[in-house]
């Protein structure tokens, strides 16, 4: 585990299973909730995608970064994906009960997203951050308005996974030798075309960390009649943001309604409203032969849905700011990593929002005797 200077990664010994923690070196564990940030990965990477943003965070705020299960340095206990993600979300709040956080800001990336989404239906919270979130619906299998478009989400869950790609996971695959190796997913998927990063070895060794046992990534499917003759299983990463298993759009009716930063790049390949991870999607582009149409199997609008479902949030008195950020991926924090820090402190309240329009500036006069 290749650890920056200043992170110090430390196992947590929950009730249920051993999770891996990144900190930052000096970090006070006496800092109160309201400057806590708990920081939660996405499907196929782990805590080392953070580490450049927690150094690059105020030293007086707590930072942490949990690794899920199965990715990282947590144990690679199996996923009963029909409950959604409540595995994870159940996992990072024992970890959080362990180091003595009663509540806390929470950031989540992609799959991250909906884990803290989740997180926030069961637990109390004091900001959400969602980046690049999955939909509120999950991954694929829906219309705009949340409703499924089969009654086994054919085309979603493990089956979906390239076996490829899942090879390359197994074989610990680092070279660019082919589009599925980790490497060149990072690249095509995870940010924009011409990104460049130094620290690319360290993400490719953390997508590298993801575990392909049985109940781990991606997870089982089942023969369907349906297009395009798969469907989701019941155990398995992949399984957990299936249409039948996953639904977080009861944020909307939460009692108390912390802030919520939405922040999420343009050029986003994987959460989009045409995204080359939908099958339906890649059906209507004819990239998969077979598809039966719009009417059966209409690419999931991601984002729109994430879209639908904020606005109705804030409609019924939630504070939602959304970030939308020209030129960038699916890793705003890598790609645009001051507008990122800056909308982080704005959400948690550590700096205050900037004025739109500014206000006007003046000029003050000194005498040289002032």
């Known amino acids: ?24 070196a000096g970090d006070d564990p006496a800092t109160p909730p309201e400057r806590t940030v708990v920081l939660i990965h996405g499907n196929v990477s782990s805590a080392l995608f953070w580490q450049e943003l927690m150094l690059d ?41 362990i180091l003595g956080i009663p509540t806390a800001h929470l950031v989540g990336w992609s799959m991250g997203g909906g884990v803290i989404m989740q997180y926030a239906l069961d637990h109390p919270v004091l900001s959400l951050t969602l980046q690049a979130p ?15 478009l089969s009654d086994d989400d054919a085309g979603c869950g493990g089956g979906g996974a390239n076996p490829d790609f899942v090879q390359r996971l197994i074989d610990h695959d680092t070279t660019a030798d082919a589009p599925t190796s980790p490497r060149n997913v990072f690249r095509s998927g995870y940010v924009a075309s011409g990104f460049e990063t130094a620290h690319e070895d360290v993400w490719v060794e953390s997508m590298l960390t993801t575990s392909t046992a049985t109940g781990n990534y991606p997870g089982d499917a089942v023969p369907s009649e349906n297009w395009p003759g798969f469907a989701a299983g019941d155990i398995g990463v992949l399984n957990t943001m299936t249409p039948a298993h996953f639904d977080v759009s009861g944020i909307v009716d939460l009692a108390g309604k912390p802030p919520i930063l939405w922040i ?6 994987i959460v989009s409203d045409a995204s080359f991870y939908d099958l339906n999607n890649l059906g209507k582009l004819g990239i998969v032969p077979g598809w039966p149409g719009d009417e059966i199997a209409p690419a999931q609008e991601m984002v729109s ?24 991926g699916h890793t705003p924090h890598l790609e645009r990593p001051a507008e990122f820090r800056h909308a982080l402190l704005e959400v948690i309240g550590y700096v205050g929002r900037r004025h739109d329009p500014a206000p006007p500036t003046e000029a003050i006069i000194l005498r040289s005797s002032d």
């Not at 290749?2 to 900190?23: K, S, W």
């Not at 994430?306 to 504070?319: F, K, P, Q, S, W």
């Open 1 to 24: 585990m290749t650890l920056f200077d200043g992170i110090e990664a430390r196992r947590v010994e929950t009730p249920g299973l051993t999770v891996n923690v990144l900190e930052r």
């Open 57 to 97: 965070l105020p030293t007086d705020l707590r930072v942490i970064a949990i690794d899920l299960r199965g990715f990282g340095g947590t144990e690679h206990a199996p996923i009963d994906a029909t409950r959604g993600v409540r595995d994870f979300s159940d996992d990072v709040r024992s970890t959080l009960e």
């Open 134 to 148: 999955v939909s509120p619906y999950g991954f694929g299998g829906t219309r705009r308005d949340g409703s499924r």
């Open 264 to 269: 999420h790049g343009t050029l986003d390949a």
């Open 305 to 328: 849905q994430t879209r639908d479902v904020l606005d109705r949030y804030a409609a019924a008195g939630g504070a939602v700011t959304e970030v939308s950020l020209e030129d960038a």
